[in-house]
């Protein structure tokens, strides 16, 4: 039975998804070296390095669900790595010696790394098509709330009004730098390895470099410039991408923490039977979804700076800080993923209480909205005396626990200017909305483009 | 199949170790709590608060293999946290609606936390024996190899002799350290949680805290002096040690994969068919346990981090940070201990080469033995004098690619006080040992102790 | 100018405090190493190892206020190291060469980790006075608000009702722990270093160890029982002590920060003219001590894991993971000092709305009372019908907007046991407070042993 | 006097650079304050929303040298943030009250998030400086040492031989993919912030995001599509990539760091009078440099988890992870200046001992050209046959201490093919050196693209 989160019995889902689990899973891991190993053997047949033959049998025998896993399981604790007890079997697959023609001139890293970076490219697929959704749940939410005031916040203190649109499209600009980050890196990252044992390839002929530029097209990955098997700013570089896209669901699960406070009450995660409800606490609408996200960013930064730690290799082989990779880079794509579905779910079926956003503008006693009458007032009597004035105001309201719109209405400096239906509307958190709905229009805008 | 390198069908047992996978399985967890749940009802049977016939029935059915880990994993994703699911389960097996009386004024967390605290003793037991075993280890390398000559090293470069003894002394004294730690933050640790909702105990009458110690008493674990449903200390001192301990590992690792390079050659990881060498590179003795080692102390000290984490708790029961426990924990014990299993693998079977430790003090041409000469020397011509005359003659060596002997020889200040004979017994690192010897068997005097 | 945010002309007192950075300023490493130097030269003198006439000369001059900091600049970037430049200018500022008797046959790594050491020892003594006074603040507000009814919360969901003062206990029972801590570490950490160069005091004579012994009785540190200078776990163990204490500092912020939300308002940082208010939102009260102290705790979290890392040491004197702790250990402190200054600063003078915390309670019309109901129902109905009763009330009340105690009240099955008087005490959080003031009481009593 | 490492009056210019330092200064940053205000006073000016005349004024008054920065300190701890107290004395420069019209419509954050910003961009200034310094110094090591064998090594064992000049070229690559990271980077990251309260511009009329693009124009940043006050993505991609360039830096440094060793000697750090060595063990050449950088990465690496932490910001203005980064990224950025620099320093004056490099080579008798020696018998006796054949004679050598050349040219099956000239020129690591030259070759034309 497992003991990680990610593949327990019971958390699988919650911390993880099955497609991404699948791309590390032991058997896709064996597969991705076949691949590997059939690409390469089609190659050096074509340039008669090997025999057409060979290379008919060996990619016939590239299928990972042929293999021995108990046995590849006590190689590798015997070799170390697995990519030659997986040869090995692929040998022993092949009809007369045939296999002997496979892995011609590899070294053990550059099928691993190689590897790795063909389940990096199709884990950042699904990354992808999540950060799609989510953009995708927030402009919905950016464009149906657009102009539904809410109070800002900030320190945790009501500030001024906003939209709830507003707060969307603030975390939608953010997924669309995302998506930019992710079309920028995989050119740079999407490179496979292939350069013998220090790289240089120096057990192959003069034919070495068309070898690693066939191998790269067939597998759809870039050349490299150059052995990259103790340089790993590529590796590391996925890692801070997916620290960084996290770290904004960390963002989002705050503020729907937040907001789902019994004292704030505006939205709530989707509605689910027994979801985040108590037996015995009928009143209780648990966070749970932000809970499982929450944790999952904060385990993925400390992974990133793993990943950075890795970098730190030694000569043309590293020894240790290769393996950091092996432990932390499955495991941050999986509570990764884990992270984008459940903020996933979160968005697309979020609650929104429009009404109890428009309440909590007023628990203040329209205190909020201090900034506001300031500013409208200032028309009339300066924007000094307006401030001085309705500062005092303010403090008056709140050791009254009055309105503040009342002792407007009441204060003979004041009601001089503006009637009680004018200063109604100057305390409107309607009417003090700035440019929040443009601004959304312009991040929508971006999404289009 | 899993994805996490711990749980991997073939990475497993070189990440971690059977019996400290299986504390952190689903099952164990499950029986974890049913155990939790057997021992309270007993408890409160004994106490009148539940029917004895009840308690009978309760217990009988606490057994994690009866259970459906299928319907477990979706109740637990519908509710967010496993523990009512396990209830309900156990209700079910009851007859007669006996199991109604089971889980008596708990909450989700008391038995998850108390859970916890077993599976880290439980845990800790299996370290501590790692830790002994480490200990032996070095303990029988201090004392075989106590007057063993080898060049002791700062930045790298060779400095002045030690012994190897010494060095594996060295190591000892901070095993030594590491359990002492243990011993302190077991008291502290391992103590329960049973306070309900907020801890407060409000579901039960005068009698909770009789409840609550006679379950610790029950469980063999501290009755807490109050609720700590959102006070981590006891949960990131646990991530600390593991991590403190892991940095000794990576130490080691790092001095076992020095002193293997192919330059220095002066011990071995155990030699085992094909274990660490290449097909086609037959000079090559790699270290591997050392690189496993190295990667899994990476990731656990930045684990140790993320429990620090875990402690920005909010109010009565977080809201996310409790969380980042259920992904790090297991996965850190895991990996601690697989990094103690290959620790224990080196030391225990570590090859010596002491015929190449002496050989490398020769390869200065002497000049490690610099400052041992210059002591000596000091005594016939003056300190000074005798620093000044030695350091140029050493700067000659270097220059003439000669031995410091030699030279010495050959130096009429000195051959008219000391013959090549006591020169070379100057020379000797055998004879500039310094108090070595009696640091290792004040180590080993305290491992008696 | 400072580029630091703790030696910042603007914040260092926010991020730091004076006699934190005293200890690890400039001046002051110098004074260390020579208090070591005139410890060292007083007990040698005393041996008759060097003359006493020497030793008078030389702990004359360890005064730092004599030293030349642009030269010790110049020379440390020279060598690499700051000890043997203070070493050269105490010579130089002896009379007759007596000075050459200075530093004999210590090592620069022997200085500076002692030095270390006794930073750690005078940095632990304010760490230990803000701790002790941190507790006799939470202590003041246990017993003044032991029984002051409020909102326990669970996912930032209202519960069940605790006291604030079980609030404070629970933290308490923190430094209580925190403290103990300390004192188990100090005879483990307070430990010198004085071995030579690879710490085997190989340049002393047979006295070496009673000069060791007798340099550190001076020095009132413990002797070590043989060199650590690559086995930095006791410099690794204060780190973790420090990320421990900080993370129960993080905890603290983040509740204060919870309870002055505007929504919330139960508690408030102390005030002062100006601090945390805004001139035009006049309804704002900000948190900002709290602020500091998050932000303090997150970068001391991942001091704590470098600190580790410099665990990492090669040989006998490493090759770079020692100069971590040169950056992290006195930024870790000084950040600490200024975080346990803040939360002393909050909890001294906690502002505490009693009235506000009852009203919140009722914010849930009651609901928040609904486990309080079932248990005090069940005496009369039995325990599974009045939960469900009971339940379904809830949900009406939800429903209708209406509190819990009307829709009681007017329940035919309810009111033919209870009235609405009984009801209503059911209902009253005051009498719903299990087992809190027992728990404030025992800690309170922990902390008078 | 300082308390950090990046300020000490003896280590600031280790750990740190003075241009460095000087941007994120007190009086920088007040100065970019100032820049801000008076970019801000032009811009109203030129619409008509502020009088000329005040602009003027307030314009001859943003000197941070006329500050005072006492009452900075005080007022800051008074009120929590430097940006109003610093506007308040700019208020009391300007006469008349011309100055009330300053910061007009601007908040707090708005003036701190865009002063970071052009920190940032000054900063990365001085960071594109190294990374092409370094760059030229790896180019021109590649250049140079081309065709200079050495051995490669992998898992610290000697596998193949490579060129010292292929080493460098490894390295080039990842600094041109840094330098593209950076070219990426800046439109995205030096983007300004001008939003006011809750970004939403309300304080302002319908001219918000004329002034806001005006104002960017002006200081020459990129225009927010949306206010990012808790969209911390842009400050955290920042501490990545100087995560990523000092992982690199760290390779390198432990490259150098083993290549140093008493045993490899193959490279030196740049040698200064008395630079790493030691009065009393002549022998000794300190990696210095080395050290420097190693540490200073690990602490970087940690810095960039801290700023993925700073982005779980909640709601519009965050409530202690902003702070973070006001800790963390001075120092990232003054520790990552002292890395380029002692990595440059290492680099443009490396000694590099050719010799040597060619005789480690020889260290294994010859069997680092095993796979040589099979590739090359392959083709006149089958290439199994060669492996199995050579491969016994490697063993062979390893037994009986003698050379691989020797033991082929005895052996009757190899040399009724090769005569011992022809076997010598198989041994010749020149020969075998593979593509190393070409790759340098590409590496270098990328450079000049």
Redesign the interface.
């Known amino acids: 039975?497992?003991?990680?989160?990610?593949?327990?019995?019971?958390?699988?889902?919650?911390?993880?998804t099955a497609p991404?689990?699948?791309?590390?899973?032991?058997?896709?891991?064996v597969q991705y070296y076949l691949d590997i190993e059939a690409a390469l053997a089609r190659v050096q047949a074509g340039l008669g390095i090997i025999p057409t033959e060979a290379a008919a049998e060996i990619v016939r025998h590239c299928q990972a669900e042929q293999f021995d896993?108990a046995m590849?399981?006590a190689q590798?604790?015997?070799?170390?790595y697995?990519v030659?007890p997986v040869v090995q079997q692929l040998v022993g697959l092949c009809r007369d010696g045939l296999g002997?023609w496979c892995h011609w001139g590899a070294t053990t890293q550059d099928i691993t790394d190689t590897a790795t970076v063909m389940q990096i490219r199709d884990a950042l697929v699904l990354v992808e098509a999540d950060l799609e959704a989510i953009a995708a749940a927030l402009a919905e939410l950016a464009r149906r709330y657009r102009d539904t005031p809410m109070?800002?916040?900030?320190?945790?203190?009501?500030?001024?009004?906003?939209?709830f649109g507003?707060?969307a499209?603030?975390?939608l600009?953010?997924f669309?730098?995302?998506l930019?980050?992710l079309r920028?890196l995989r050119p740079?990252v999407l490179v496979g390895e292939f350069g013998?044992?220090?790289?240089?390839?120096?057990?192959?002929g003069a034919d070495?470099?068309v070898v690693q530029a066939k191998l790269m097209d067939e597998l759809g990955l870039g050349q490299p410039?150059?052995?990259?098997h103790?340089?790993?700013?590529?590796i590391?570089?996925v890692g801070?991408f997916l620290?960084?896209v996290?770290?904004?669901l960390?963002?989002i699960?705050?503020?729907v923490?937040?907001m789902?406070?019994?004292?704030?009450a505006e939205v709530y995660e989707p509605f689910?039977?027994?979801?985040?409800s108590?037996?015995?606490?009928?009143?209780?609408?648990?966070?749970?979804s932000?809970?499982?996200?929450?944790?999952?960013?904060?385990?993925v930064?400390?992974?990133?700076?793993?990943l950075?730690?890795?970098?730190?290799?030694?000569?043309?082989?590293?020894?240790?800080?290769?393996?950091?990779e092996?432990?932390?880079l499955?495991?941050a794509f999986?509570?990764m993923a884990g992270a984008l579905k459940q903020t996933r779910f979160i968005l697309e079926g979020l609650e929104v209480d429009v009404a109890k956003m428009r309440a909590?503008i007023d628990?203040?006693n329209g205190?909020?909205m201090?900034?506001?009458v300031?500013?409208g007032l200032g028309r009339y009597i300066g924007r000094?005396t307006a401030?001085d004035l309705?500062?005092d105001i303010?403090?008056e309201a709140?050791r009254q626990h009055r309105s503040l719109l009342d002792l407007l209405a009441e204060h003979p400096e004041i009601n001089r200017h503006l009637d009680r239906a004018a200063l109604a509307k100057l305390c409107d958190p309607a009417n003090?909305?700035?440019?929040?709905g443009?601004?959304?229009d312009?991040?929508l805008a971006?999404l289009a483009a």
């Open positions: 039975m497992p003991a990680s989160a990610m593949d327990s019995l019971i958390f699988r889902d919650i911390f993880s991404m689990r699948r791309i590390f899973s032991d058997e896709a891991r896993y590849l399981k590798t604790e015997r070799i170390g697995p030659l002997e109070a800002g916040r900030s320190n945790l203190q009501q500030a001024v009004p906003i939209t507003y707060k499209a603030v975390l600009a953010g669309q730098r995302h930019a980050r920028e740079r013998g044992a220090a790289g240089n390839l120096s057990s192959h070495g470099l410039e150059i052995a990259w103790t340089m790993r700013d590529r590391a570089e801070c620290g960084l996290t770290g904004t960390g963002k699960s705050m503020d923490k937040l789902m406070q019994t004292e704030v689910a039977h027994g979801r985040g108590s037996s015995t606490m009928p009143q209780k609408r648990n966070p749970i932000s809970c499982y996200i929450h944790a999952s960013v904060s385990v930064r400390q992974h990133a700076a793993a950075m730690d890795a970098m730190i290799a030694d000569h043309e082989r590293s020894t240790g800080p290769w393996e950091i092996w432990i932390v499955p495991e999986c509570l909590n628990l203040t205190l909020v201090a900034e506001a300031m500013m000094e401030h309705v500062y303010c403090r709140i003090y909305l700035g440019h929040a443009v601004m959304v312009r991040v971006n």
